[in-house]
């Protein structure tokens, strides 16, 4: 049975459709509001800046799976030139990039995922077109990120150094690790969630990460969902590839993507995967503390679905 009834009945009780206007287009990005980047400023102790993303690179994190996925190629078109019609002596170099907008690290455009033939606000899928893309809740309108974020660092909650492929991160290890710290999620919070996966990345091994083993990836599970519409989370940013647990946890294949379809579509929610946290959760530990200042502006490509972004944490 496509989708699962349990599945629909979570998303009719998480929706955000109409609850900033009936032309929302920004989703819970509404959340970022001035109290939200107060706060996150008010994390700063150290002033240390940590960066989250991944070198964009032609042998990057697509292997293509899912197809049509393409790495970042970097094309000179002009070289050591001077240019005739302008005065002086200099010469300059330019170039143009080839990628998918997904390719590296990344926020999902609202329209990035749907069902149902409806994206969020129950505009039709047919808003977006092959011509001039995402007309409805393209990364056009998604707004820059200034504001606190936690660090859930799942390895280290369940003590080992990587979680096995096909691990569900449960809303269960998400209160682990806020009670943990002694702190409370407000409004306005984004939740940086850390599994490990992309040390096979960084070491290399690009197809373990992108495709985990025997089609078992390693993510968010649907327990989390409604955790993050009950305490108005903005976003939630992850440093796996497929961003949440394959296969469904309900064992029905049709609920594939239930977490993108719920999260994108339902509730408006900000996410994003191929955020590199493996640095930021070293000094998060030896500071004894998951809360950080959280700096992600994603390039406002009009009409795309997917934006490339470069995530800084200042602890």
Not at 43 to 65: C, F, K, P, W
Not at 294 to 300: H, R
Not at 307 to 313: D, G, K, L, M
Request: hydrophobic share 40%; proline share 5%.
């Amino acid at each position: 049975m496509p989708f699962s009834p349990e599945a629909r009945e979570l998303a009719q009780r998480v929706s955000n459709w109409g609850r900033w206007g009936d032309d929302d287009q920004v989703g819970c990005g509404n959340l970022l509001t001035a109290e939200a980047t107060a706060r996150g400023l008010a994390a700063v102790r150290t002033n240390e800046r940590i960066s989250l993303a991944v070198d964009l690179v032609e042998d990057g994190i697509q292997v293509g799976q899912p197809a049509g996925r393409f790495n970042a190629v970097v094309t000179p078109t002009s070289l050591n030139e001077r240019d005739k019609m302008a005065p002086g002596i200099w010469f300059g170099t330019d170039d143009m990039v080839s990628m998918s907008t997904c390719a590296g690290t990344h926020i999902d455009g609202l329209c990035h995922v749907g069902y149902d033939d409806q994206l969020y606000g129950g505009r039709p899928s047919s808003t977006i077109g092959a011509r001039n893309g995402a007309t409805w809740c393209g990364v056009e309108h998604l707004p820059s990120i200034v504001t606190r974020a936690l660090l859930v660092d799942v390895p280290r909650l369940r003590g080992v150094g990587i979680l096995p492929a096909g691990t569900a991160v449960t809303a269960t290890d998400l209160d682990a690790a806020i009670d943990g710290a002694g702190v409370t999620v407000e409004s306005g919070d984004v939740i940086l969630v850390r599994t490990g996966d992309i040390a096979f990345y960084l070491g290399g091994d690009r197809r373990r990460y992108a495709m985990g083993e025997n089609w078992q990836c390693t993510g968010l599970g649907a327990t989390c969902i409604e955790w993050f519409a009950d305490r108005d989370v903005a976003g939630v940013f992850s440093d796996s590839y497929s961003y949440e647990v394959m296969p469904p946890e309900s064992g029905n294949w049709d609920d594939l993507l239930v977490v993108h379809m719920i999260q994108l579509r339902d509730m408006g929610l900000l996410q994003g995967q191929n955020w590199n946290l493996e640095d930021l959760a070293v000094a998060c530990a030896e500071q004894n503390r998951i809360d950080v200042l959280l700096l992600a502006a994603p390039e406002p490509i009009v009409g795309a679905t997917s934006a490339p972004v470069h995530p800084v944490a200042i602890l």
